[in-house]
């Protein structure tokens, strides 16, 4: 298996130092639900629009390394036609410190790094980084999450698998992650 990822060493480079390490015992058993929401501007075959987009996901650990997700991109675009909205989910099962294909072109790698788990996700053209920072309460857990989309140096526009109906290509021309929300369930 092949893992190419240019912007992989800034990604870990920029990671600060944690208050308390995670390891993967305290999160046995664990579903990370996450929410990130987004704006920008996008093109596919048809043009380019104003729009944005919502992922929701549930990231399942264990037993030992494994990690499980359930990542769902749900997205609009305000077009001359009209809003047009779309969704698309996409599973995929790995193990934390082992990169992996995924059922689109790319790779994504999930790591442990202090007190965050971080996942490094290689598209087509550019990436994401999700960021998923913990903290233990006398309840657990308790996480926060950023996911901002990466630009591919030189390389152009981010590219992946559109969610809009008809599927295709989208290239993300701009996207700034207006919100985003995080909680910790154990099964």
Not at 23 to 51: K, M, S
Not at 107 to 131: A, K, P
Request: with cysteine.
């Amino acid at each position: 298996m092949r893992f190419v990822c240019g912007f992989c060493v800034l990604a870990l480079w920029s990671v600060p130092a944690a208050a308390e390490d995670i390891t993967i015992d305290d999160l046995q058993g664990v579903t990370i639900h996450t929410t990130n929401t987004y704006v920008g501007r996008f093109r596919n075959d048809l043009g380019e629009a104003p729009g944005g987009f919502t992922t929701h996901g549930a990231i399942k650990i264990g037993p030992g390394a494994a990690i499980n997700t359930k990542i769902t991109r749900n997205t609009w675009a305000d077009t001359p036609r009209g809003r047009k909205t779309g969704s698309l989910t996409r599973t995929g099962k790995g193990e934390i410190g082992k990169p992996r294909e995924t059922s689109s072109p790319g790779s994504v790698l999930w790591m442990i790094e202090g007190d965050t788990l971080i996942s490094l996700r290689v598209y087509e053209v550019g990436g994401s980084t999700m960021r998923i920072k913990f903290a233990k309460s006398g309840d657990g857990l308790t996480c926060t999450v950023d996911a901002p989309v990466m630009r591919e140096v030189g390389a152009g526009a981010t590219t992946d698998t559109s969610a809009m109906a008809g599927g295709g290509k989208v290239k993300v021309l701009s996207a700034k992650q207006t919100a985003s929300n995080c909680r910790v369930t154990r099964d």
